[in-house]
């Protein structure tokens, strides 16, 4: 299993990005896949995740901003960020269990496999 995350940089306040996770080894229509994000001296936290089946969530933090989808065919996750903050500045993480349709949990816990990260910086 590998996942390998780009998409990342530095914006400004308001902009937008879209986040890639690259998957081989596995499929993504099968699995559970999610977006993590850890900031400088804070714990890692989910933001959001997609079940086999296509159901999403989302922390309230990132609701209306954010969108997660998939692309069954080339295999890749994404994270699509609009109206982007201060507070969205970290390191981004996607997160899978290859085979596991459900998420049951935005846990760290949970995913046991993870890509190298992408830092996203936002600026104002």
């Known amino acids: 299993v590998q996942l390998v995350e780009s998409g990342g940089g530095s914006v400004q306040v308001g902009g937008s990005l879209r986040l890639s996770c690259a998957a081989s080894g596995f499929s993504v229509r099968y699995s559970c896949l999610a977006w993590f994000r850890q900031a400088p001296g804070q714990e890692r936290e989910g933001v959001a995740t997609?079940?086999?089946?296509?159901?999403?969530k989302y922390i309230d933090s990132v609701k209306g901003r954010f969108t997660i989808s998939k692309d069954n065919p080339k295999n890749t996750l994404y994270l699509q960020m609009n109206s982007l903050k201060p507070e969205d500045t970290a390191m981004y993480y996607c997160a899978t269990n290859p085979g596991q349709y459900a998420c049951d949990t935005f846990s760290r816990a949970g995913f046991g496999d993870w890509g190298q990260g992408t830092q996203v910086t936002v600026s104002s």
């Open positions: 997609m079940s086999a089946y296509g159901n999403t």
